[in-house]
């Protein structure tokens, strides 16, 4: 899998085609396949039973309607949930996926029905064994040279790297940060070029601090490292990161980036 040098930036499908079905279902998935993406970017939680789930939230109100933490629940019951409950395409005028029978899709299920799709896949959860048991889903379905791994808990993509140092990871957190410090303090000449990642996974900002930019482009590629921006949803900025030369882009609307691209005659 190559993360640099590329023609094109990476059509990264957050949690699926998440604009036009319920976010980390089995259609968002597969609809975001059908348009043609290079990635599904999907979140990783565990059951009370240590099932990997692709669930973002650590509760289930926002999406299903339901109370209670996704980690206080066995697979067996949140199989009981109606995924689509929640997901509204015209601001709670229409909810037309409520008792479909969408279900909470487990990292299993997912590898089986798309075997040849990559996954970018986020640990969600602060338990320490969560790396131990993606790894070993991972594996099961012999998927580590289609999937990059990360998470927003350093310490999680550091034990993740320990059990599978082949497997592409992103930078964690404080990786990021001691990157943009040395930016813009100018002394990223001082920066290892041996990093243990392969992939910035950022926002354009991050509050009052712009992250991504020509200099943080090119100073991320001189070291062999990717840069995914995350979420964007609107063309002019879709635009903007293209011209920048980024390596891939998180969206909610993978068609909208699709045409910018094919617009752009880089498909």
Request: glycine residues 6%; hydrophobic residues 40%.
């Amino acid at each position: 899998m190559k993360l640099v040098g590329l023609t094109r930036p990476y059509i990264m499908a957050h949690r699926g085609d998440s604009a036009s079905a319920p976010e980390n279902t089995l259609l968002s998935m597969k609809r975001a396949i059908e348009i043609g993406v290079d990635f599904i970017e999907t979140d990783v939680r565990l059951s009370r039973d240590d099932e990997p789930i692709l669930f973002h939230d650590d509760t289930l109100e926002r999406t299903t309607g339901e109370k209670g933490a996704i980690r206080d629940k066995s697979l067996e019951e949140l199989k009981q949930i109606d995924l689509g409950y929640g997901f509204t395409p015209d601001g709670g005028v229409t909810y037309p996926y409520r008792g479909k029978g969408m279900t909470v899709v487990t990292l299993r299920e997912a590898f089986e029905a798309f075997p040849d799709v990559n996954f970018n896949l986020d640990m969600k959860d602060r338990e320490t064994h969560v790396p131990d048991v993606l790894a070993s889903v991972i594996e099961e379905y012999d998927r580590a040279d289609r999937v990059i791994v990360g998470s927003f808990h350093d310490h999680q993509t550091y034990r993740f790297r320990k059990i599978m140092p082949a497997v592409m990871t992103s930078a964690y957190p404080a990786e990021v940060t001691r990157f943009v410090f040395a930016l813009k303090m100018r002394v990223i000449r001082f920066y290892a070029r041996n990093c243990k990642f392969e992939a910035f996974q950022v926002p354009i900002k991050y509050g009052m601090i712009r992250v991504v930019d020509s200099r943080f482009v090119k100073a991320a590629h001189e070291r062999g490292i990717a840069v995914h921006v995350w979420t964007v949803n609107e063309p002019d900025v879709m635009h903007q990161l293209i011209d920048l030369g980024v390596d891939g882009i998180f969206t909610d609307r993978p068609a909208l980036l699709r045409d910018v691209l094919t617009n752009r005659g880089m498909l």
